[in-house]
């Protein structure tokens, strides 16, 4: 399996030992429907295992309405193959945006949103580790 994809939206890696999927998206590219669809669809090509991912979005990429309007985990795999999932967004718009599409769109896997990324990296390894997918620190 590769360790990573380029889509047509973001790049995506698989990190921490095999147990994390880093998708961070593009700058100046503005997310539409087809395009985070193709992101969840092409997390087995990195790994069928148990895991983590990490969404990274760059500030202005939120324009189209329309991709709040998609579960993109609950028509995927996600519920089975996801242990937690991290937001990273610096901009309020992402922030707001992503708040209210997670109330619509609530996951069997704990969801939190973060500014800083080293904040998310720490919260997810903490999640690997209860799960045993992760050695402790």
């Given at each position: 399996?590769?360790?990573?994809?380029?889509?047509r939206?973001?790049?995506?890696?698989?990190?921490?030992?095999?147990?994390?999927?880093?998708?961070?998206?593009?700058?100046?590219?503005e997310?539409?429907?087809?395009?985070?669809?193709?992101?969840?669809?092409?997390?087995?090509?990195?790994?069928?295992?148990?895991?983590?991912?990490?969404?990274?979005?760059?500030p202005?990429?939120?324009?189209?309405?329309r991709?709040?309007?998609?579960?993109?985990?609950?028509?995927?795999?996600?519920n089975?193959?996801?242990?937690?999932?991290?937001?990273?967004?610096?901009?309020?718009?992402?922030?707001?945006?992503?708040?209210?599409?997670?109330?619509?769109?609530?996951?069997?896997?704990?969801?939190?949103?973060?500014?800083?990324?080293?904040?998310?990296?720490?919260?997810?390894?903490?999640?690997?580790?209860?799960?045993?997918?992760?050695?402790?620190?």
């Amino acid at each position: 399996m590769p360790e990573h994809i380029i889509t047509r939206l973001a790049d995506m890696s698989l990190t921490m030992e095999g147990r994390l999927i880093e998708v961070r998206y593009r700058e100046g590219v503005e997310l539409d429907v087809a395009g985070l669809m193709e992101v969840q669809l092409r997390r087995d090509e990195l790994t069928g295992e148990r895991c983590a991912m990490l969404g990274v979005f760059q500030p202005g990429t939120l324009g189209d309405l329309r991709v709040m309007e998609v579960d993109y985990f609950g028509r995927t795999n996600a519920n089975s193959q996801l242990v937690a999932l991290a937001i990273v967004t610096q901009d309020e718009l992402g922030t707001s945006m992503s708040e209210i599409y997670y109330n619509y769109n609530p996951q069997t896997f704990p969801t939190r949103l973060f500014r800083e990324e080293g904040e998310a990296l720490d919260w997810i390894r903490e999640r690997l580790e209860e799960e045993g997918l992760l050695a402790k620190r």
